[in-house]
C-alpha cells in the first residue's frame, strides 16, 4: 500500500525523535575523553572542569589538577590587572562587572572577592557624595529661583509664565526640604557639621516646619558644643607674662606632628602603589601603621598592597615555573627570590628555591667532573 505524502511528513519528525539522531552523539565528545575537559578550559568553566575530575578518575590525575590551578591563577592574575587599570581611570562599573564576571566563573574560594568589596565600597561612597552634592545644588537653585521670583513680584504682577514655573517650583519643595532633612541628619550623627549645617539651613530655608527647626537646633547647639572644645583656653593663661604665651606658641604640637606624617606615608604608599613598587609600599604602609593612624585610612590601603602583592607573587611563581622548565635554573631562582622577598612566608617559593638550589649544585658537580675526566 502506498503511504499518502502528508503522513510521511507527520511521522518522520516522530520518527527522528526515537530512534535520536547518531551522527550528532558522534560529534559530541564524551565527558571521559580529555577533548572535553579541554573544552571546559577553552571557555573557563573551572567548577565544572574540577568536577569532572572529581567524578572521572581516568582524567583526575595530578598534572591535569595542576593545569586546571595555573590557569585559574592565570585568569585571576589578568582579572585584577584589568580591574585595577579600571580603577586608575576612575571606571568603578566596569571594574566591578569585570570582578563580577570572572569570580562567578571559579571555586568560592579566589583572591577576587575582597577585591570586589574595596570597589563597591568605593563606588557607594562616591554615589552618596554625588547624590548629596546634587542634592544641594539643587536646594541652592530652589532658593534661588525663589528668592528671585519674589523680588520680581514687588516690581510688578507676574506673567503667567511666572506662575507657572512658581507652581513648577512649589512641586519639589517637599521633596527638596525632606532630602535635606535627612542629609543634615545624616552629617549630624557623622559628625559632619559643615554638611549638616548647610543642609538644614537650605532646608529650613525651603520649608521651616517644627521637624526642620528641631535638626537645625541639634545642629546648632552642638556645633557650638564642639567649637568650645576646640578653643582649649583657659582662663588663667590670660593672665601669664606675655614672653611665657609666645613661647609655649611657638612648640610644636605632637598631634599636628602625628597628622603630618600620616598624610606623608598615606600619600608614600599610594604613590608606591601606583608605581608598581610594592617593596616602597611595603616600607611606607609599615611607617602609617607606627604612627598610630585609624582603621579607615589602614585597611583600604592594606586590601590594596595585599591584593597586588598576591597577584604579584603568583605571578614570579609561574615565570619561575616556565624558566625552570626550560632549563633556565637561574633566572627561576632569581623569579623565586622575588616572590620571597614580597612574600617571606612563602611556602612554595622556599621549597622551589631549594630544591633548584639542589638541582644546581648537582649539575656544577657534573660539569667538574666531566672537566677532570
Not at 547647639?221 to 583656653?233: H, I
Amino acid at each position: 500500500m502506498k503511504m499518502k505524502p502528508e503522513i510521511l511528513l507527520v511521522l518522520l519528525p516522530l520518527l527522528v525523535t526515537i530512534t535520536g539522531c547518531p551522527q550528532v552523539d558522534t560529534l559530541r565528545p564524551s565527558a571521559n575523553e580529555p577533548a572535553y575537559l579541554e573544552n571546559l578550559l577553552q571557555n573557563r568553566q573551572y567548577k565544572r572542569a574540577l568536577q569532572l575530575l572529581a567524578g572521572n578518575p581516568t582524567l583526575d590525575s595530578p598534572a591535569n589538577r595542576e593545569r586546571i590551578i595555573l590557569q585559574m591563577r592565570n585568569f585571576e592574575n589578568i582579572t585584577i590587572a584589568e580591574a585595577q587599570a579600571l580603577q586608575d581611570e576612575e571606571d568603578l562599573a566596569q571594574a566591578i562587572e569585570r570582578l563580577e564576571g570572572a569570580i562567578s566563573v571559579l571555586p568560592e574560594e579566589n583572591r577576587l572577592q575582597p577585591y570586589l568589596y574595596q570597589l563597591i565600597q568605593q563606588r557607594d561612597a562616591r554615589l552618596h557624595r554625588n547624590d548629596r552634592q546634587f542634592l544641594l545644588a539643587r536646594a541652592r537653585y530652589h532658593v534661588g529661583q525663589y528668592d528671585y521670583y519674589q523680588e520680581q513680584t514687588l516690581l510688578k504682577s507676574p506673567s503667567y509664565s511666572q506662575r507657572l514655573r512658581k507652581q513648577l517650583h512649589d512641586r519639589d519643595t517637599d521633596e527638596l526640604a525632606n532630602g535635606l532633612l535627612e542629609c543634615g541628619k545624616q552629617a549630624l550623627r557623622d559628625k559632619q557639621m559643615e554638611v549638616a549645617g548647610e543642609c538644614l539651613e537650605l532646608g529650613s530655608r525651603i520649608r521651616n516646619d517644627e521637624a526642620m527647626q528641631s535638626a537645625y537646633q541639634e545642629w546648632k547647639s552642638t556645633n557650638e558644643l564642639l567649637l568650645a572644645r576646640a578653643e582649649k583656653t583657659p582662663a588663667v593663661r590670660k593672665t601669664a607674662p606675655v614672653k611665657r604665651v609666645a613661647r609655649a606658641s611657638t612648640k610644636p604640637d605632637p598631634e599636628q606632628i602625628r597628622q603630618d606624617q600620616i598624610k606623608q606615608y598615606r600619600v608614600e604608599t599610594e604613590m608606591a602603589l601606583n608605581d608598581s613598587d610594592l617593596l616602597g609600599a611595603q616600607q611606607s604602609l609599615l611607617r602609617l601603621e607606627e604612627t598610630g593612624a585609624s582603621e579607615e585610612i589602614i585597611l583600604p590601603l592594606q586590601t590594596r598592597l595585599g591584593i597586588a602583592i598576591q597577584s604579584r607573587v603568583d605571578f614570579l611563581l609561574l615565570q619561575g615555573n616556565r624558566q625552570y622548565r626550560a632549563d633556565a635554573i637561574e633566572q627561576a631562582m632569581q623569579s623565586w627570590q622575588q616572590a620571597l622577598r614580597l612574600d617571606p612566608d612563602n611556602l612554595e617559593a622556599k621549597e622551589r628555591l631549594e630544591r633548584a638550589g639542589k638541582v644546581l649544585e648537582k649539575l656544577r658537580e657534573l660539569e667538574d667532573t666531566a672537566l677532570v675526566n
